[in-house]
């Protein structure tokens, strides 16, 4: 689109400057509208076996029905979850909420693959991976609804807190699996990040540090097209996974809305950290199907044709397709599975609604490790403060 | 006695380097890392020799990125390392100021006390040494404004040893000034005798007429500043912060007290500088006390300039003395 308008407003291109043409307008068709994907269920739920994709086939080659309606389960309910968030939002019992809508196979496909040992750096919109790791979807929603900025234990499932700052947490999770090198463990640690985020410096030396030392890290990326109103062609000229090959390990693309290739190739790329074989790149490639944020606002940079065209891809709704051909789901489990939903959205609701608003003083607290001459000072005045309305028989 | 307590007479570069073999030593989670600190042993050579004793994968040569530096640096820590990162010079540290001002700083405080980043940020730093741009700035100003960290500076051999003792033993974040211009001066160091707490100011000269307060690179400057002071019949008192943050304002506040008089003095610039946070809060305590304004002597507003100029840029004897003489003739 955007090359045919360049080309539309500079007729003096003719046909003779072809080659000059062509070299402006590489930017935009760079990353690849019709990529090589690892692909193990197409769109239409047909279990795909072939020569390209036989690497990772074997990671799910002895998948069970339970399994399989377990990753449907778990996509369905995310989703569930996250529609709950955008619309508490929408009523202001949250400040900003960050929708996975779409992204759903990508973050549980590889949040699957993960073992319990395994330490997860994510981004800011992986709830479907917390999901994964245990984290307790209404804890989530702390740092949305504003009474925190984090709102779980990281060391509790080994899900560090979500990181706002664009790619920062590429390089803490470089730095950890660093550290478990040292340690000898044989755990692996993933980190998440988007396109954007591919953009960034710190995402860049994570790649280097990690290949350097030879780190046990796989860095997943998620492009879901967009970055807030920015398409990927403003980000890269390669595509994302290629990245990959200039700093000296492996780069795969994966259909992101394919939840069994997701598992499947991030089980690969974990076994290969586990092994000692260094840190791969896997980019899921799949889109965002709601705005960035519920700040944000798609239809000003986006047509509806497209968003169309992904849902056509819909994650869920291909593997439905696939449990129903294989006759490895029947009514009843889709019927149950629809009752769970909403009672984990009632739940979730009235958690949030529950949430109470920290206590004062928690301003103070944990500034510190081992405490601040300044902060004491400072919370002793607070407090001096709040008492003179005591005093004078306020609240 | 004296025999059971071992004094080392040694430059302030060596004790820094004695300290972090120690640590190394006691303690196997602390890492060294950071840009030329294995072989070569570092540009001001600190860690010389270190790798050798301790292995490339205790004292780490890193990929040239600062950001990577602390970014790994806090992944390392999360997994129950200690590490103590060099940033070759003062003016490359900006490239880490995201990781450091937007991560090290808060992670203690977003996870509600569950993550303790106990890394040391090691940073070479102020003029006097006649080198090239971004190789002399002093911007613990900016990182003491920051809430979680916490920002310190030896101005001697002694502290040097002792300071970086305590700075990898903090659950804290630590950014570890070190005045370049003073590696090679020495001191007699007691490697035994444990001294004040951290963030502790130290009187280094006691007077009577006019309090000096400086820290790092600047102290020396106060102390020979005092002596020129006392051949005219002035006695000033030299306070060594120690710290920028946190800021020790009972011992200011103390020796305001006494003297009545206050100048302070660093080599960053004066505008929002820390001297600027300690004449405010010791015109707040000590009102009543003081017969004359805070003044400071510091940097300009200005980048810091070629090293032919740095002589008339940084604070040297005369500046203070001219300020010690307007705050005395109140």
């Keep these: ?6 080309a539309a407003r500079k007729p003096r291109r003719s046909a003779g400057t072809k080659s000059t043409a062509g070299k402006r307008t590489t930017a935009k068709n760079a990353p690849g509208t019709d990529p090589e994907l690892v692909q193990l269920l197409t769109p239409e739920g047909e279990r795909l076996k072939n020569p390209e994709n036989a690497t990772y086939d074997k990671y799910v080659a002895d998948i069970t029905p ?52 395994d330490y997860v750096f994510p981004t800011y919109r992986e709830h479907g991976v917390a999901w994964c790791r245990g984290v307790d979807p209404a804890n989530l929603l702390g740092m949305f609804r504003g009474v925190n900025n984090g709102g779980w234990d990281p060391n509790g499932n080994n899900f560090h807190l979500y990181t706002i700052v664009i790619g920062s947490q590429t390089l803490h999770a470089t730095g950890y ?3 478990i090198a040292k340690d000898g463990a044989d755990s692996a640690v993933i980190a998440y990040f988007g396109d954007g985020a591919s953009s960034q410096g710190d995402v860049a030396e994570s790649f280097t540090f990690s290949a350097v030392y030879n780190a046990p890290v796989v860095f997943f990326c998620q492009n879901n097209q967009w970055a807030i109103s920015e398409p990927t062609e403003k980000q890269t000229r390669v595509p994302l996974y290629q990245r990959a090959q200039g700093y000296g390990f492996p780069g795969v693309r994966v259909d ?27 980019e899921a490639y799949t889109y965002r199907m709601g705005a960035h944020t519920t700040s944000d606002d798609p239809t000003k940079y986006r047509a509806d044709e497209e968003r169309e065209s992904w849902e056509a891809k819909d994650p869920i709704l291909r593997l439905r397709r696939y449990l129903e051909a294989s006759n490895h789901a029947d009514e009843g489990f889709f019927a149950e599975l629809e009752a769970e939903s909403e009672a984990l959205g009632k739940r979730v609701r009235e958690a949030v609604r529950a949430m109470p608003d920290p206590d004062r003083f928690a ?16 919370r002793a005045q607070f407090a001096a403060y709040q008492a003179s309305f005591a005093d004078e028989g306020g609240h | 006695m004296a025999e059971a307590v071992t004094f080392k007479n040694m430059a302030l570069a060596k004790a820094i380097n004695e300290s972090l073999r120690r640590a190394l030593d006691s303690d196997p989670k602390v890492l060294i ?4 600190v294995g072989k070569l042993g570092g540009v001001f050579r600190v860690t010389d020799g270190l790798q050798k004793d301790f292995g490339e994968s205790r004292v780490i040569d890193t990929p040239l990125a600062e950001s990577g530096i602390v970014g790994t640096a806090i992944g390392l820590a999360l997994r129950g390392y200690r590490p103590v990162v060099e940033i070759q010079f003062d003016g490359f540290v900006f490239p880490a100021y995201d990781q450091i001002v937007t991560q090290l700083a808060k992670m203690h405080a977003r996870s509600l006390g569950k993550v303790k980043l106990p890394v040391v940020v090691r940073i070479p730093y102020g003029g006097g040494i006649g080198a090239v741009e971004h190789h002399s700035e002093s911007p613990e100003a900016l990182f003491a404004h920051v809430a979680g960290l916490k920002v310190v500076s030896p101005s001697n051999a002694s502290d040097g040893y002792w300071m970086m003792q305590q700075a990898i033993q903090s659950d804290d974040p630590v950014i570890f000034f070190e005045p ?17 707490p951290l963030h502790k100011a130290q009187v280094v000269r006691e007077g009577t007429d006019l309090t000096l307060v400086a820290y790092g690179p600047m102290v020396k400057l106060c102390q020979e500043v005092a002596d020129a002071a006392a051949e005219e019949g002035k006695s000033l008192e030299v306070l060594d912060l120690r710290s920028v943050s946190p800021l020790d304002f009972d011992s200011i506040q103390a020796s305001v007290e006494k003297t009545r008089r206050l100048v302070v003095v660093h080599e960053a610039p004066v505008f929002l500088g820390s001297g600027a946070e300690i004449a405010a809060r010791i015109t707040e305590r000590c009102f009543y006390h003081l017969e004359a304004p805070v003044l400071r002597v510091g940097g300009y507003h200005a980048p810091y300039p070629p090293a032919r100029l740095e002589e008339e840029y940084l604070p040297g004897l005369d500046r203070v003395l001219d300020a010690v003489d307007r705050a005395l003739a109140y």
């Design chain 1, 66 to 117: 339970d399994e399989l309606r377990g990753l449907y389960r778990d996509m369905v309910l995310t989703r569930r979850f996250d529609a709950e968030a955008t619309s508490l939002q929408r009523q202001g019992e949250l400040g900003l909420w960050a929708s996975l809508l779409g992204q759903e196979a990508a973050q549980i496909g590889s949040g699957r693959a993960t073992r319990e040992d």
């Design chain 1, 363 to 378: 301003i103070f607290e944990n500034v510190y490790a081992d405490g601040h001459a300044l902060v004491d000072e400072e």
């Design chain 1, 256 to 282: 992101g809305n394919d939840v069994l290739a997701c598992l499947a190739v991030t089980k690969w790329a974990l076994e290969r950290a586990r092994n000692g074989e260094g840190p791969t790149l896997v």
């Design chain 2, 33 to 36: 890392m950071g840009e030329d």
């Design chain 1, 1 to 6: 689109m955007t090359v045919e308008s360049t």
């Design chain 1, 177 to 179: 699996a660093m550290g």
């Design chain 2, 180 to 196: 370049k211009r003073r590696y090679w001066d020495k001191a007699e160091v007691n490697t035994e005798a444990i001294p004040g």
